[in-house]
């Protein structure tokens, strides 16, 4: 990220008033202390002052990153929310005082608003992965919603794009008027893609990582009971092993350590 990106970011007029969110500070990062019916009841209440602002999905990796790197930290916190994703995250922010504090996943989210969009005839756009999964994931979504509006995909090269060509496709996206423009990047690029595009794409911008794979039926989410149980993870590192086991190892001690028996 440039100087130059930064600073522009930072000249963004937000138009929320982010004290009006409940928050528990988890290892520096801000992670509201929210429940989904009140993030969704937020989100269709405020849906036109959000528009050129990000939600961060936040879970055990997310945060454990940004306790490490203060410039992530930044970024995550830039947001005009960050979703308690991780259940972790919730059951420390329960212990801290914050009752009604629950997990509040991306893919979760994503599905709740795409179920009332066709009653409130929210538009949607659709950044990351890769054209096959795209195609899958118009397909699926369509069938499980007809009267979905999607105005657009777009699967960005895996290099960074030019100035030149980022403008195109920001331009495109502003001109197709999206209510909800759904990154699917992986963590950290998609939260790096939507500060930097914070207030140039006219969109509530939501990075759901593996939103996409799920939604496309590239993978399957854990059962009910499992996500219940904060136990998603374990179902995830049966299905990735050897992507997922260094990483969780990584994160999910020193979340421990710092957060739950330190009180960071």
């Known amino acids: 990220m440039t100087n130059e990106t930064s600073k ?9 008033d982010k004290s009006q969110i409940p928050t528990c ?11 989904m019916d009140w993030l969704l009841n ?3 209440e405020n849906l036109e002052n959000l528009k050129g602002d990000y939600f961060s999905v936040v879970n055990v990796y997310s945060d454990v990153t940004a306790y490490n ?6 970024i995550l916190n ?14 420390v922010g329960r212990h801290r ?8 996943t991306g893919p979760s989210y994503m599905g709740e608003i795409l179920k009332m969009s066709a009653e409130r005839g929210w538009k949607h756009y659709f950044y990351g992965s890769t054209d096959e999964t795209l195609e899958k994931l118009r397909t699926k979504l369509l069938d499980a919603y007809p009267n979905l509006n999607i105005v657009g995909m777009y699967s960005p090269p895996f290099r960074a794009l030019t100035e030149e060509e980022d403008k195109l496709i920001v331009d495109r996206i502003n001109e197709l008027q999206p209510d909800f423009v759904w990154v ?3 963590c950290p690029k998609q939260e790096h893609w939507m500060y930097e595009h914070l207030g140039k794409v006219n969109g509530l911008m939501v990075g759901v990582g593996a939103g996409f794979d799920y939604f496309a039926g590239n993978i ?11 136990l998603e993870w374990v179902y995830r590192l049966i299905q990735e092993p050897k992507r997922l086991f260094m990483k969780y190892w990584h994160t999910n001690i020193p979340f421990i350590w710092n957060a739950m028996i330190r009180g960071k």
């Not at 522009?8 to 929320?16: A, M, P, Q």
């Not at 790197?69 to 930044?74: A, T, V």
């Not at 005082?97 to 509040?104: A, C, L, P, S, V």
């Not at 399957?220 to 904060?230: I, T, V």
């Open 8 to 16: 522009e970011s930072t000249l963004f007029k937000r138009k929320i």
């Open 25 to 35: 500070k988890i290892l520096g990062v801000d992670i509201a202390a929210i429940d």
């Open 42 to 44: 937020y989100t269709a």
């Open 69 to 74: 790197d203060p410039e992530f930290c930044k």
């Open 78 to 91: 830039s947001s005009a929310l960050c979703m308690p994703d991780g259940g972790p995250l919730a059951t």
């Open 97 to 104: 005082g914050y009752k009604n504090m629950q997990r509040t």
């Open 184 to 186: 699917g990047l992986s």
């Open 220 to 230: 399957s989410r854990a059962p009910e009971w499992m996500q219940d149980h904060n």
